[in-house]
């Protein structure tokens, strides 16, 4: 049996993704097709336009069978923490057999290559990387220039190959390779080039357009250039999510929270979230009480040493309560649950062989994330799970659904508790 | 000399307010008329309808020379610490020889006798107490038929007088007096019967209306309803406020935040805030995901054990991060410094002589407030003063106000940092 894992936010699902998901097939010719996807927040530090079920009914509508939550303690952190929690949900689901990821090079070999470098740390390399990052580079840049010197001496690859991991799917597929080695994980892994827009690229492309350039459609409304970016079924979902007051929802939506929120926290405070190190405590204290909105605080707070998504996900850690101490346990325990967010007629068979077969409990109904831990807790196959560490991602995952929706224009699905009262999109197809 | 010294909100300052002061005047006489003032959050649990400055200039143009700010750990307790602030500021300018309160009843004598009891704390009224708070009843009201029940066993007065502390005024008086008693202050204090609307009222009356009913004007944009029921000088202020895109605020502009805040905290994280006892913690984090918005959360909250009021004071510690340490520090120590909000030419006299006698270092620019702290610390009259006390205090008010400023239309004046960049309100009159 061949299993498809793809690793997904579909921020809305586009095109783009759908042109993914079918060469994937074509590639791997996979008996099932699972997906891990970001819940509510999203890896470039923003809510998503959409909530989880509705995205997670386009992801089923369009030839996913089992759509699986990333927790959002992976979810908002940088590439190499979202890469490693995207990885260990699929290889914990012991059944997907080949992940294929989109990137922009499409050269699996020269990925591999490095990622074995990152991961067993010769020396010269470690010497290097600190070299850069002593100058300041950024720590992506700074590690692809210690790659590139060390390969050159060792003359293992050109060097110039090495570039490949300045582009963000590059990156992000470098990040899957490592977490893959690390884990020691028997998933094989597959690249396909991305065709279409960058996914950072702003502008309306037509047809491939990116994620990016779909919401800011969205955002000012121009509904024609949406519906040609997406497939019908993206559309429709959109569409009614929109029409019942379930989102758009922008970052721009969360600015009084966020602005408020760091004018409340002294510098002291931010040190229990993860991520404000390099004198980040110091400038968003500083900043807070002088900008106009949040983005204006994130611009105030750049330098060029910091990505504006790094910021933009660290301003997302305090609104959330998501504390250093998770983020490391979870860096060092990975995943503790598998939460189903839905399913099709056929992913059901493929959640039976799960059940039987997952290195990790599966929730279906996060009312029940307690009992579920519970009884996990007397299964020999879960004795690694902690329980403590459980209940911290899952009520992590809680909070953020619970958050998101405040900004829901519907005072009806605002109030809902969505996570407690909705069950897993079920798709009969 | 004979310094009149008041106790007051001026959310907005209106008519009622300047018949109390003038009053007051005519009763003492004074030399000077100082004001000890809520910053930018009231009693009420409500953000200032304008901020503390022009909240000043209100009061210094309609006859007060000096106002000092009750500082925000205070000023949005319930009326107990409300009042043990804003009566410890009053004594530690060592100034003020008369306070002159507003109440419904305009009974000092029986309010004094009842202050005396509650905190003489006689044996057979503690009993008394704990009996009424097991039947479920609130605090104040609890209080009441404890002393009721004690005066009538006594013979001290006869009960029904006891019913005039049913009234919110009234309380608040018999507050400032069991303050006075435990600062063992030299202060002589004088109600005077207030007229015109109860504070609460909702409704308009004319020009006599209730502060509550002011800013329900305001925010329903009858200005000429405002107009009549302020001073001209209060109504300039007001509307050139409005115009500069700083006010009005009220609590509803606060609901996204509050709501999303109480949504991030567990019930556990609510044990570090004051007042979240008696269920409450348990309430709040209940119910934060299924309310939509903020009043509709206390509704929810609400029994007939709590006032509306407490909980939206509650609703605030959150969000400005105060602390129960910082609350049950300050209720044990008092204020440790007298923030200068604003002075006339006559009040800088007073001014001077503050600087000579007070009990507690002056505060007039607070950007110097760390300055400030370490001169008093080498003085012998301010070594009672606990220095990071001092610093939580003072960092409580400035949070305050950059909280306030998140909600100004005006970006210019959000992004200010008020506290670190104006002066203290002068007026050449």
New interface residues.
């Given amino acids: 049996m061949r299993v498809l894992g793809v690793i997904v936010e579909y921020n809305p699902l586009h095109h783009g993704h759908l042109y993914h998901l079918n060469k994937a097939k074509e590639l791997v010719q996979p008996d099932y097709t699972l997906a891990v996807m970001s819940g509510n927040f999203t890896q470039r530090g923003e809510p998503a336009v959409v909530d989880k079920f509705a995205r997670t009914e386009m992801a089923l509508r369009s030839g996913i069978d089992v759509v699986v939550e990333l927790p959002t303690v992976f979810a908002i952190q940088d590439a190499g923490g979202f890469a490693f929690g995207a990885v260990a949900i699929l290889h914990n689901t012991h059944v997907v057999t080949d992940v294929v990821f989109g990137s922009e090079s499409g050269k699996i070999d020269i990925l591999k290559k490095i990622a074995e470098i990152i991961v067993e740390e010769p020396e010269d390399y470690v010497e290097y990387l600190h070299q850069e990052l002593k100058k300041g580079l950024s720590f992506p840049n700074a590690r692809r220039v210690a790659i590139m010197r060390y390969v050159e001496k060792k003359r293992i690859l050109d060097p110039t190959l090495v570039d490949i991991i300045a582009r963000s799917n590059d990156i992000l597929g470098l990040e899957y390779l490592v977490s893959a080695y690390r884990l020691k994980t028997s998933m094989k892994f597959h690249t396909i080039r991305r065709i279409g827009a960058d996914y950072t690229e702003q502008h309306h492309r037509g047809k491939y357009s990116s994620a990016t350039a779909i919401r800011n459609s969205i955002k000012s409304q121009d509904m024609e250039k949406v519906k040609e970016a997406v497939p019908s079924q993206t559309f429709e979902i959109l569409m009614r999510e929109f029409r019942e007051g379930r989102g758009p929802i922008f970052y721009e939506d969360l600015s ?2 966020i ?3 760091f ?4 510098r002291s ?1 931010l040190s229990d979230y993860a991520g404000f190190n390099e004198g980040l405590d110091e400038r968003f204290a500083k900043y ?6 949040a983005l ?1 605080l994130l611009e105030k707070v750049k330098t060029k040493r910091f990505t504006f998504s790094r910021l933009r996900r660290l301003s997302l850690y305090p ?3 998501m504390r250093k101490d998770l983020v490391n346990s979870s860096n060092k325990k990975g995943p503790q649950y598998l939460r189903i967010l839905g399913f099709t007629k056929k992913g059901r068979k493929l959640l039976a062989i799960i059940r039987e077969k997952a290195l990790l409990p599966h929730v279906t109904n996060a009312s029940q994330y307690i009992q579920v831990l519970k009884k996990s807790l007397k299964k020999e196959r879960f004795m690694h799970i902690d329980p403590s560490l459980f209940i911290e991602q899952f ?1 992590l995952d809680v ?1 953020a659904t ?2 998101h929706s ?2 829901f224009r519907s ?1 009806e699905h ?4 969505r996570d ?1 009262r909705l069950g897993p999109v079920i798709i009969q197809k």
């Fill in positions: 009084v929270l602005l408020a929120t004018r409340a926290l002294k405070d807070a009480p002088r900008s106009r909105d204006d609104i959330l309560m009520e909070r619970n958050i405040v900004f005072e605002r109030s809902y508790e407690m």
